[in-house]
Nanobody
Framework: QVQLAESGGGSVQAGESLRLSCAAS????????MGWFRQAPGKKREGIAW?????SIADSVKGRFTISKDHAKKILYLTIVSLEPEDSGMYYC??????????????????WGQGTQVTVSS
């Protein structure tokens, strides 16, 4: 059974940084695709970063967002610098039981955490 638990969100000022964590509880963490998505109120869930041995970042956030994995601790990280008010929303980590993140749509991911809220004030 896959369990994911996000943490690290909060209320910050524009320009600050955050590191979000996603603690995973399944054995194939190191070899299967995981991703980060976010959803702002009234908006569609948006994919922003994926990791399948190689990090991939959505063009809309490239340069400010970094995805990484700590394989020993089974934690997926999302580091965000230079936060903007438009980055506000609920951030979710997700898993799909495939070795490659060859598609990035949220419907392709089967397991989700409960989310962590990020609020950025100007």
């Amino acid at each position: 059974q896959v369990q994911l638990a996000e943490s690290g969100g909060g209320s910050v000022q524009a320009g600050e940084s955050l590191r979000l964590s996603c603690a995973a509880s399944f054995n194939r963490f190191s070899v299967e695709c995981m991703g980060w998505f976010r959803q702002a109120p009234g908006k569609k869930r948006e994919g922003i970063a994926w990791y399948d041995g190689r990090p991939s970042i959505a063009d809309s956030v490239k340069g400010r967002f970094t995805i990484s994995k700590d394989h020993a601790k089974k934690i997926l990280y999302l580091t965000i610098v230079s936060l903007e008010p438009e980055d506000s929303g609920m951030y979710y980590c997700a898993h799909r039981p495939d070795p490659w993140c060859n598609t990035h749509d949220s419907s392709d991911f089967q397991n989700w955490g409960q989310g962590t809220q990020v609020t950025v004030s100007s």
